[in-house]
């Protein structure tokens, strides 16, 4: 079973200083970094390319963890993996040959990320998952931090972790939207390896001791 790991996610944290918040994130004991790449067309909202991710890339050692919430996502593969992405995530909705682009991922050197959405079903992975390296299940609808977790998510937690025992015991489960000290134990109990937390760690009062707490509830939980 894949280790249990915290990923920040940078949407909710203040780029006017955007060193020193990774440096806290990093020094309080972060796994991952979650970057959270926008379009304006498959979600509602824009945020960062490339270029970017490159110039962050020269702040921290911590892996990047390129979650594209972008149509069309093959168009910028080379570029994110370029950048310095050590996991390409793109969403099952957002192309049409899901196969071939997991392949293709992998054959950058990159881990291969599947994200779907809270009405997208863990089923439509069944022909996919040992091409997958994470499994990332949306708790929200892709687009924005801030919002509250769909509970459902946590039986299509339970769904992933199941078709990955069975089928590719090393592919990462992540979730994303709404995670926090309040819902930690049950993401992880229902199949979560990788916890991505936007605003309950950047938007809270002391970021280093929320990020820690939630890192150890998770730790604690996996046991
Ligand atoms: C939303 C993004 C998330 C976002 C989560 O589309 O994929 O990574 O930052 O934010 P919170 O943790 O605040 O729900
Ligand atoms: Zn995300």
Redesign the pocket.
Known sequence: MPAVKVAP?L??ADFASIAEQIRMVETAGADVL?L?SMDGRF?PNLTWGPKIVADLRKLTALPFDC?L?IVEPEKYVDEFRKAGADYITFHYEATVHQHRLLQYIRSTGAKAGIGINPGTPVALLTDLIEDIDLLLV?S?N??????PFIERALTKLHQARKLRDERNPSCEIEV????GLKNIERAVSAGADIL?????IF?ADDPPAALRDMRSRALATRG
């Open positions: 996610s949407l909710a979650h959270d979600v979650h919430m949306m929200v892709p687009g924005f931090g801030g919002q994303d939207g709404g995670i991505v937390g936007g605003s309950s938007g």
